[in-house]
């Protein structure tokens, strides 16, 4: 059996997106006859707060835990003096201070043994002194990672794979940073360059990718647990109402103000028709909450609640009828592999609405790409047959129409998808697999 060392910062018992990633790799490469072995850091979860996150491991050795899965190396954590100061005095002091502190340590991780990171790269070191692995995957963010991992493949003579979840010195986030994303800039091409393969989530990242190191790069999908969604797929709700869910984050160009309004005033012309919409973890809270406030009727329909653990979440998801997606355009997200799993029909807002488009066009800074999809999102739905792809506003009315008159007459809303359950965790990690073995055939 070939045998792979996974450099993750993000990983169980911490929940992320970035966690899960390489969590499913750790629980399915076994299958696939390689044996995983991850490093990553110890997370104080016990208190479940974000001070929590940057104060000292319980143990200052670390701890490995085996099953039958592989094997899981946890580093201690040292918070530097910018997260000693957060632990000493808060989150309202000493911001600039910190900030200040932080930046140097990012610039510093690159060139030097310093930061709360090196811990990862001094197990993963020692490891390798006494024990053979086949290849090496880094998974960023964050990236110093794929620094990392490049070193240690020149130092053992082992192929390494860059694993991307989001772009690095291409990313919005650090374009207007002095410096940061020039400095990123080399550290990126130096570890590319030792790169044997590199793996992404889409199609726009890969071709981001690609503009700065030609690279075999593979697209492995985040995809959804069909162990904790396969056996609630059919969990039953109450045919007497249509209901909607939606779970996770919005960003400036989802046009939410003008859809909560819309199903404000498509309910006063239809008071007969019983509408639920439950909305989990969503990062919108207080602005949704205002606008509940001034619309009684919607306030009525619309249930916020809070953020869930993935199973509970799904399990919640899977009582609704619809499920609601906004538009990324050129991103695809994590939340569409979630709502294929649960065989939902998926209510897609929106493919060209006027005002949808004005926020685009003011806040989606993401460049459109000639000859690539810049519609992933639509593009999935309409291979897997898995939702309602709703132009406008005023079709969204239509859609709704349909949707409470097939539920009056059949009790509920039928999804026939196709092909979704390529899009499990275990079919990419499978994929993931197959790359490994490309590597190390030879």
């Known amino acids: 059996m070939k045998r792979a060392l996974i450099l993750a910062y993000d990983f169980p018992p911490y929940t992320s997106v970035g966690a899960l990633r390489p969590h499913n790799w750790y629980l399915y490469l076994k299958e696939f006859g390689i044996e995983p072995v991850v490093v990553t850091r110890q997370w104080n979860t016990a208190k479940n707060n974000a001070l929590a996150y940057v104060a000292p491991s319980e143990s200052t050795y670390t701890v490995q835990e085996d099953d039958e899965h592989g094997k899981i190396l946890k580093t201690p954590y040292f918070p530097n003096l910018a997260n000693k100061l957060l632990l000493k005095n808060g989150q309202n002091k000493n911001r600039i201070v910190r900030k200040a502190i932080s930046a ?39 990236f110093i990672l794929h620094t990392y991992a490049s070193k240690l493949s020149r130092k053992f003579k082992t192929p390494w794979i860059a694993d991307y979840r989001d772009l690095w010195s291409q990313d919005i986030g650090i374009q207007n940073k002095a410096g940061f994303k020039e400095w990123s800039g080399v550290f990126e091409r130096k570890a590319l360059k030792t790169a044997s393969a590199v793996t992404t989530v889409s199609s726009y990242l890969q071709h981001k990718i690609n503009s700065i190191q030609h690279k075999d790069i593979r697209i492995i999908s985040n995809g959804f647990d069909e162990n904790v969604i396969k056996g609630i797929r059919d969990e039953k709700k109450d045919p007497s109402k249509l209901v909607i869910g939606f779970a996770g984050s919005v960003y400036e160009w989802n046009p939410v103000d003008r859809f909560f309004e819309l199903i404000d005033g498509y309910l006063a012309t239809r008071p007969e028709l019983s ?11 207080d602005k949704m909450k205002a606008l509940l406030e001034s619309r009684p009727q919607l306030k009525s329909v619309v249930k916020i609640h809070p953020r869930l653990s993935y199973p509970r979440l799904m399990l919640e998801l899977s009582k609704s009828d619809l499920l609601l997606l906004f538009n990324h355009y050129t991103l695809i997200g994590t939340k569409i592999f979630d709502y294929l799993g649960l065989r939902k029909q998926i209510l897609f807002c929106y493919t060209d609405d006027a005002y ?75 994929k993931l697999a197959e790359l490994i073995h490309d590597l190390t055939s030879a």
């Open 275 to 285: 509408l639920e919409i439950n909305l989990y973890g969503i990062n919108f809270d």
């Open 356 to 430: 949808s488009n004005k926020l685009k066009n003011e806040y989606f800074k993401f460049e459109e790409i000639e000859g690539l999809s810049n519609q992933e999102q639509e593009d999935l739905i309409t291979k897997t047959r898995s939702g309602y792809l709703v132009k406008n506003e005023e079709h969204l009315i239509e859609v709704l129409d349909e949707c409470f008159a097939t539920l009056n007459e059949t009790g509920s809303i039928p999804c026939n998808s196709v092909d979704s359950d390529n899009y499990s965790r275990k079919k990419q990690t499978e």
């Open 104 to 142: 140097v340590y990012e610039f510093l991780q690159f060139i030097a043994p310093a930061g709360p990171k090196y811990q990862i790269y001094k197990e993963a070191e020692s490891y390798l002194l006494n024990n053979k692995v086949d290849v090496i995957i880094a998974s960023g963010d964050p």
